[in-house]
Structures are given as C-alpha cells and as structure tokens.
C-alpha cells in the first residue's frame, strides 16, 4: 500500500513539476514574443520613417504583428517540438529586426523606434533559449538509440534546408529594407556644385548635389553620392551637368530604404523633372548612368519614360526572381531559384511593394532611345554571361554592350579608365548632342 502510494506520489510530483516548467517557458516565451511586436509596431506605425506614414506599412506591419500575437496566444496548446520552433524562429527574426538599431547605434544616429528595436535583441535571444530548452527537455527517450540518433539527424538536416532556403533569405530581406546608409560623404566632384533637393510623386523628399551643365545637357549618376562620384567627375570634364542625390530612404533623404531598389524609379522621375526645370539644361538632353541597381533602376525608368534619352547600365543583374528565372536550370540554379523566390517574398513583404518587371522585358520598351550595357565577368547577381547579353538581345536600337573580363562589380572605371571615359564619353556625345553639331 505503501509502495503504492509513493509511486502515485512521485508521480504527482512529476507532473507538478512539469505544468510548472510549461508555466514558465509560456511566460518567458510571450514576455519575448510582446518585446518582438512592441518593436514591430513601433517600426510600421508609431514611429515610421521620415516622409512615411502609418498607412505605408500596413503589410510590414500587420502581417509579422499578427503572427507574433497568434503564437503567443495559441502557445500553452501547441506540442513541445512546434513550440520550440516557432520560439527559436521568432527569436531570430527578433534578433535581425534589433540589427537596424544597432546599425544606427554604431553610425551615432540613434532615434525613434531603434530604443524598442535593441530591446528586441535580447527578447529574440530570451526566446532562442525558451526554444533549445524546450527541445532538451521533451526531447524523446524511450526509443533504441541507433533510431534516436537517425531520428536527430534527420531533424537537424531538416532545420539546415528551412534555415537555407527559408529563415536566411527572409533576415536577409528585412535587413535589404530597413538598414540603409546613414551619412553624406565627402563631395569630390571636380567642380563647384550645388546643394539641392526635389519631390518624388509620392511625396519624398530627397536631397543631393548637382554640377550645373556647360553643354546644355545633364546626366543623373546613380544611386547615391558615393559610389558614382568618379564617373560624375568623368562627365563634369566633358561639360555634362550632373546630378547625384540619395535614394529613399538613405542620407538626407527620406523613405523607406530598399537595397534592390523596388519603387526608386519614382526617384529617377523626379530627379529627370528637376533637370527639366534647370535653365541650364535642354529638356530633351537628359541621360542616366547607373552602378548595380542604379543601372536597373534606370533601364526600368528608362522604359516607363521618355524623359532619359540615353541610359548606360553598369552591373545589372537580378532584383528579384523575375530576373533569375532568366538564369540557366542547372542543380545551383535551381537552389539559386528557391532562395530567390523566399528573399523576393520576404522584400515584397517588408517594403510593402510588388517586385518590379521583369529587366528583359523592360529592355524592349527603351527604344529609340540609346542604351549602353557595361558588364563585368567577376560580377554579381547574374550580370556576367547571363543576364546582361539578354538585356541587350531583348533592346531594341541604339544599343551597346561591353564586356569587360578583369573588371570587379561596376569596376569599368578602375579596370580601364581611358577605354571607359572614350567609349561612355562618346556614347553620351551621341545619344545628347549630336544634333547640336
């Protein structure tokens, strides 16, 4: 009777302890998950970015807040190993969402909701842990260990495949639209030059140097005030007025940061209207240079509009998975593929916007007006051998391509600047000023 009685008891004690313990990992996880969606409402809605509203982030804002309150909600009814899913899952998205702020901590512009994102780091690590405790302590132990061990190595090559082709891309494309370049260089431009600012269509204001013309023609260089400073020296030697600037969302302008630059063709519409308006400028002598996503936001711009009458795309490749499906079907391709299609999900999801065309398509819709397609076999994102040659098969004319073998990404300029300056110099002359000789 006695035996009995202590083994219900030990039983008792047993099951006391385990209500316990889902107690506690229950608090903890929803202290971290409401850590996780303070910063998520801060970020969307209570303090947007500058020259964006509450109503721009009604996707990136609902859609992760809801999910973070479903989990926490449902959390005591779900089954150990789910549980522990769903907490390290979070717990790292609430890490990489904290990742802006300790950007901005680093850049000495710490403000508005960076103060809930750095407290979203250690809620993110808080539920990581509720996650691999729980796993330790459900983890089943009742089978033969050569079925345990098989068992484990199947979940942990599991996890590997999700973490690749699921939870990487996704952190990868919450950063690609939150953290964004944070100072204005220093101005080397060859010339005196003046500060300026314009509107985009959707109201964003945005700011940036401009060269005046001394040829009545004036190219935008593109994107920011950094990277394209040499070729705007390059241009400012020949008479050209040019004009660099910050695209949404970097420096001193405002909006929305997005590394692929989905919606920055309203920035190279605007910067083409306050050419427009310059004294110094004829309407119809407008042209664009861009590096990396500059060049594929101006073949986009260049395609919706007639303002760009010549454009040269230095390093274009693949902004989405629009474009890589354009790429050869080989097994790495393949893998390429999948992990495109979450970091393109993932982007649309945090900018609050549709991917753009497809590149080959919009090439057709330049014409008549010139492009130059400069590209690099030591690229990336497909602009060597696989994408850029289809860009221009689908151009129509005038069109030309180079293909520089020993250059770096949008390194033409460096790998062989006096064949650079003739050949982007001429094309310019052509495309801008031929029919004032």
Do not use: C
């Not at 509107?199 to 140097?209: A, C, E, F, M, V």
């Not at 950094?226 to 705007?232: F, I, M």
């Not at 590209?375 to 129509?396: D, R, V």
């Amino acid at each position: 009777m006695s035996t009995a009685a202590s083994v219900f008891s030990g039983r008792e004690r047993g099951l006391a302890r385990a209500l316990a313990a889902a107690r506690s990992e229950t608090t903890l996880a929803r202290l971290g998950l409401g850590a996780i969606a303070l910063h998520v409402l801060d970020d969307s809605f209570f303090q947007p970015q500058p020259g964006t509203s509450a109503g721009d982030h009604l996707v990136s804002g609902l859609v992760p807040f809801a999910v973070l309150l479903l989990v926490a909600a449902a959390y005591p009814r779900l089954r150990p190993g789910l549980r522990a899913s769903l907490a390290a899952t979070l717990g790292l998205f609430g890490v990489v969402s904290g990742v802006e702020a300790v950007y901005y901590l680093d850049a000495g512009r710490l403000s508005g909701d960076d103060y809930t994102g750095l407290l979203a780091i250690p809620a993110g690590l808080l539920l990581v842990g509720v996650g691999a405790a729980t796993l330790w302590r459900t983890r089943r132990r009742d089978d033969s260990r050569p079925r345990r061990y098989l068992r484990r190595l199947l979940l942990l090559a599991g996890a590997a495949v999700v973490f690749v082709f699921v939870l990487f891309p996704l952190s990868l494309s919450y950063v690609f639209t939150h953290v964004a370049r944070t100072k204005v260089p220093a101005a080397n431009l060859g010339a005196r030059y003046e500060e300026v600012a314009f509107t985009t269509s959707d109201g964003l204001r945005l700011k940036g140097w401009y060269v005046p013309s001394r040829n009545g023609a004036a190219v935008v260089a593109f994107p920011g005030r950094r990277g394209p400073q040499k070729q705007a020296r390059m241009l400012v030697r020949h008479g050209f007025g040019v004009l660099l600037f910050d695209r949404r969302g970097e420096g001193e302008s405002e909006g929305d940061p997005n590394a692929f630059g989905w919606a920055m063709n309203r920035d190279l519409k605007a910067a083409a209207a306050f050419l427009q308006r310059r004294p110094d400028v004829e309407a119809n002598r407008i042209g664009g240079i861009g590096l990396s996503v500059g060049g594929e936001m101006l073949l986009q711009t260049a395609a919706e509009s007639k303002v760009f009458r010549a454009v040269v795309s230095e390093g274009a490749g693949a902004r989405s998975i629009r474009e890589n499906l354009e790429k050869p079907k080989t097994f790495g391709g393949l893998t390429e593929l999948g992990v495109s299609l979450t970091l393109t999900t993932g982007t649309a999801l945090f900018s609050n916007h549709m991917p753009p065309p497809n590149l080959k398509h919009l090439s057709a819709r330049i014409a008549p007006r010139s492009v130059f397609f400069i590209y690099s076999l030591h690229g990336t994102g497909g602009e060597e051998k696989q994408l850029n040659p289809k860009y221009y098969a689908a151009a129509g004319g005038p069109k030309q391509i180079w293909e520089i073998p020993e250059a770096s990404h949008t390194g033409g300029i460096t790998a062989r600047p006096n064949e650079y300056e003739r050949r982007v110099i001429g094309f310019f002359d052509g495309a801008l000023l031929e029919r004032r000789r």
